[in-house]
């Protein structure tokens, strides 16, 4: 079975810096991942995905994702962030020809300050 | 294009009474459906899923139990409800097939029992 690790309970930030929201996933066949982001009291909205391919996957949002099979890992990225970009941020894996149902991390606040 | 609705945003009820949440999607044919619960602070714990009408599996014992009448509508129900059951309840779908379809979140339900 697979599992997700999402390192950072919470991350703050001031507006304007860089931004790194870590996942690291376990699984013994190949995978899909997923992040997606959660505005307070809305549902899950679906960032960005890696299915194959290129390595470096864009988003909405300016948000971007690295895959790195060796490191099993897939954090997500914002060069610059902003003060709408406060939310919670959720990494979710799914096994290549396995079950439809993705397993989700546990969640990362962004907390983005002024 | 698709969408999902969910309803009702919030809901206040006392414990030991009923409940009835609903979900319907439009713009897609077979969608799989699941519930998920939400508690402040944490991630989010599969509750329901279906692939088909009448089709339910269930991922975690509970009071809790859901029915899919029809092709595009999934309800959540209880007929008690326990102070454990606050939380925000959220309905997702996602195409029927491999396990690279992302899922899609509707607004969710904030559930308050008194």
């Known amino acids: 079975a697979q599992s997700v690790t999402q390192l950072d309970s919470q991350v703050p930030v001031f507006e304007e810096a860089p931004v790194e929201l870590r996942c690291n996933y376990s699984s013994s066949v190949s995978v899909y991942l997923f992040w997606y982001v959660q505005y307070p009291n809305q549902g899950l909205q679906l960032l960005l995905k890696?299915?194959?391919?290129?390595?470096l996957v864009k988003g909405i949002n300016g948000f971007e994702a690295e895959f790195n099979k060796s490191q099993t890992s897939f954090h997500l990225r914002k060069p610059s962030v902003h003060i709408s970009d406060t939310a919670e941020y959720f990494c979710?894996?799914?096994?290549?020809?396995?079950?439809?149902?993705?397993?989700f991390g546990r969640g990362t606040s962004l907390i983005v300050h002024p | 294009s698709q969408t999902i609705h969910q309803w009702p945003a919030t809901l206040v009820q006392p414990v030991g009474s009923p409940l009835s949440l609903e979900c319907t999607v439009e713009?897609?044919?077979?969608?799989?459906l699941y519930w998920y619960r939400q508690a402040a602070g944490r991630g989010l714990q599969l509750l329901f899923y279906s692939v088909g009408i009448g089709q339910i599996s269930s991922e975690v014992p509970q009071n809790l139990s859901a029915s899919r009448p029809q092709d595009r509508q999934f309800i959540l129900s209880s007929k008690k409800l326990l102070l454990s059951d606050s939380g925000f309840y959220l309905c997702?779908?996602?195409?029927?097939?491999?396990?690279?379809?992302?899922?899609?979140f509707g607004d969710g339900t904030r559930l308050s029992i008194l």
């Open positions: 890696y299915l194959s391919g290129s390595t």
């Open positions: 997702a779908w996602s195409k029927p097939g491999p396990s690279n379809q992302p899922q899609h």
């Open positions: 713009g897609t044919s077979n969608p799989n």
């Open positions: 979710a894996v799914s096994l290549s020809g396995g079950s439809y149902i993705p397993t």
